[in-house]
């Protein structure tokens, strides 16, 4: 990456601000919204159970991405894009696989999602280790704990007002435009070999 402090700083930050408006969604409104397509709360408990599973994967990720350089484009970099992506596309057709018709279609798009940010996630974690200098690692964990912390808060105000005043279709299309932030950053980001 390169030695600048504002862009790492931007791209650490987002990146986290990105992770926090899903987590945001998903632990404050997205019961609400299985619950709102006629669910019951065993199927909220269900639909969360395997929903986090990508998480416990994680470990797996993290493996592959230290010992995978994909496609010689990186270790991190490619992976954070590909999961970036995933949750994108994601976040665009969610609205179309209505949960109280397509239980397990939405179950499986939203384990997808997650999977993609885990993977993010995890190579954010990788490439922060790998690219910040010792003196600066406090730093840009805060960076990191507090745009996740924003994106979380971010995502249930305008979320919540979104779902009550205008539509799901806009709360999962705002989450989608949301993931595409740290995209700009993630650009001028270059991988020591």
Known sequence: MANNKTLRYLTFGS???TQGTIMGFFAALN???LLDNGLQMTDVGIFGFIALLPFVL???LGILSDRVNLLGLGHRKPYIFIGLLVQFLCLL???FINPGTHFWGYVALSFT???GMALYDTCTDGL???TTPQEEQGTIQGFMV???AVGSIAAATIVGFL???VSWLSVFWSLAALTLIPVPFMLFVHEKQ
Do not use: S, T, V
């Open 15 to 17: 990146l986290y601000f």
């Open 58 to 60: 994680k470990i797996g």
């Open 31 to 33: 019961a609400l919204y």
């Open 128 to 130: 922060a280790l790998d």
């Open 163 to 165: 779902a009550e005043n």
């Open 93 to 95: 057709a969610a609205p």
């Open 113 to 115: 999602l997650q999977l």
């Open 146 to 148: 507090g745009g996740r």
